[in-house]
């Protein structure tokens, strides 16, 4: 028997368990909610890069460039083979920590609030898990 790490009913709670590897339709399913958060995130840091930009336009670049690079990573892995689309989700997992230290840089620098940042930390934390998961199936 397998051991298997699978997602819960909301995409977040690990569960161990012994037997197949997940279905492609498990699969589908949690790459799209994947990717689905990962659009909401860039959709609350958005104006946020209009802010730092302000104060620092490389680190709004980079934000912006690795905020777009897990989206767009996400999406490839979605219609990739399962080599290319672990080496997708493990990139879009990097890009995301990316974000979030980006995030952190700013929230250190004063240029956005750190009750943001935690928040955004949180959601990104979730497209890491998942991400992590999906490259490891």
């Known amino acids: 028997e397998l051991l298997v790490l699978g997602l819960g009913p909301v995409g977040l709670t690990p569960l161990w368990s012994t037997g197949p590897k997940p279905k492609n339709k498990e699969f589908k399913m949690q790459s799209e909610n994947v990717y689905i958060r ?10 946020l890069l209009r ?3 302000r104060q620092d336009k490389a680190l709004a670049d980079q934000l912006k460039r690795a905020a777009q690079s897990v989206v767009l990573n996400i999406a490839e892995a979605r219609g990739s083979d399962a ?12 890009s995301a920590k990316e974000v979030r230290a ?15 940042a935690t928040h955004l930390d949180r959601r990104l934390d979730e497209v890491c898990a998942i991400t992590w998961c999906l490259a490891k199936r």
């Open 51 to 53: 802010v730092v930009r």
């Open 102 to 116: 980006a995030l952190h840089i700013a929230s250190d620098w004063g240029y956005i609030g750190s009750e943001t």
């Open 83 to 94: 080599g290319n689309a672990r080496a997708r989700f493990s990139t879009a997992c990097g």
């Open 38 to 47: 990962a659009r909401k995130v860039v959709q609350e840091v958005a104006p």
